[in-house]
């Protein structure tokens, strides 16, 4: 029986979807609450997207929130470790970033897969009114996809974090290059394996590219495209992901020519040149790769960087100019 404090269609969606995934399959442990949970979120998303009780144009608002409530957690993983507390279960971690991670999941196996996976893992007799564990979900969704799920659940379910994409692009006539560098928001993930998509815009051009980095950094190119005026990272929300910068390298050198920093990587200084005809007023911010400002101070050549952990992080320098900025690496 499912008790309601409203009866809002997002709410009944959500406690319905509980006859199926927590009623009719168990979570067989606390640690895999997010089978119970998460789905009965996303099932909920799929009522907008779907059009049942709910009108579709609300699936992309509804997509675009969970994913930033997901991406508010940058330490933490779908699958509970810590079983403690309620707080430590019924969070929006479980809830909203499993959420997030089903979609993805869906993404990566695509719809025919994904959802005979589910019904298949629903349907079966050994679990149908008794308990469930994660691998059960896995081994069904191996099952109608046809290939091995392991690197996912191991960086996505059971891993911390989620990956923060940087994207240059450039264009020489039909030639065209897509830089991706994925910079993970814990560093006990190494690398998110998914397809990532790109939305190409421009001279009789409207289209969808799909790139599949297996490193951290990669280049693709490709040949007699069109001349691009823009390109969007993730459009229509496929895959869990932030997005740090997506920019055409002109651009990033339009910004930075006057400015030069060196060593890069660094582990104690950096080395800045800048050079502009209004120098006066100047002042050097550090951020990190999540927009926070954990360094400032006035310009000087040397700066002292062996304060800050190792990652990756943004230099920038406001004139009166202009402002400028560069991306650097400190390591020890």
Request: charged share 15%; glycine share 6%; aromatic share 14%.
């Amino acid at each position: 029986m499912s008790f309601m404090g409203n009866y809002g269609g997002g709410l009944k969606a959500h406690e319905l979807a509980h006859q199926w995934f927590g009623n009719k399959i168990t979570c067989g442990s606390w640690s895999d609450l997010w089978l119970n949970e998460a789905f009965a979120t996303y099932i909920t998303g799929l009522t907008y997207e779907f059009g049942v009780v709910h009108n579709t144009n609300f699936w992309p608002v509804w997509l675009d929130q969970t994913k930033r409530s997901g991406l508010s957690f940058p330490n933490g993983s779908v699958y509970r470790y810590d079983t403690s507390s309620v707080n430590s279960l019924f969070n929006n971690q479980v809830y909203n970033k499993g959420a997030i991670t089903l979609h993805t999941l869906r993404w990566k196996m695509g719809d025919s897969a994904f959802f005979a996976g589910v019904r298949n893992y629903i349907d079966d007799t050994t679990l149908a009114y008794s308990f469930a564990r994660t691998p059960d979900l896995q081994r069904h969704l191996e099952a109608s996809y046809g290939q091995s799920l392991t690197e996912f659940f191991n960086d996505w379910v059971y891993g911390p974090g989620f990956p923060q994409m940087y994207t240059t692009w450039s264009q020489n006539g039909g030639n065209f290059t897509l830089n991706v560098q994925q910079i993970p928001s814990d560093t006990n993930v190494s690398f998110f394996e998914i397809p990532i998509p790109y939305r190409l815009i421009g001279n009789n051009l409207d289209t969808v590219i799909v790139v599949d980095p297996s490193t951290n950094f990669q280049t693709f190119s490709f040949t007699n495209i069109p001349t691009i005026q823009n390109v969007i990272f993730n459009p229509n929300d496929r895959i869990f992901a932030a997005e740090l910068l997506t920019v055409q390298v002109d651009e990033i050198n339009k910004k930075q020519n006057s400015l030069t920093i060196f060593p890069n990587p660094t582990s104690e200084f950096l080395f800045v040149s800048l050079n502009d005809s209004k120098p006066t007023n100047q002042r050097v911010r550090i951020y990190n790769l999540q927009g926070k400002l954990v360094q400032e101070q006035a310009i000087q050549r040397n700066i002292d960087v062996s304060a800050l952990s190792n990652g990756f992080y943004v230099v920038e320098i406001v004139s009166e100019e202009q402002t400028y900025r560069a991306k650097f690496q400190k390591v020890n």
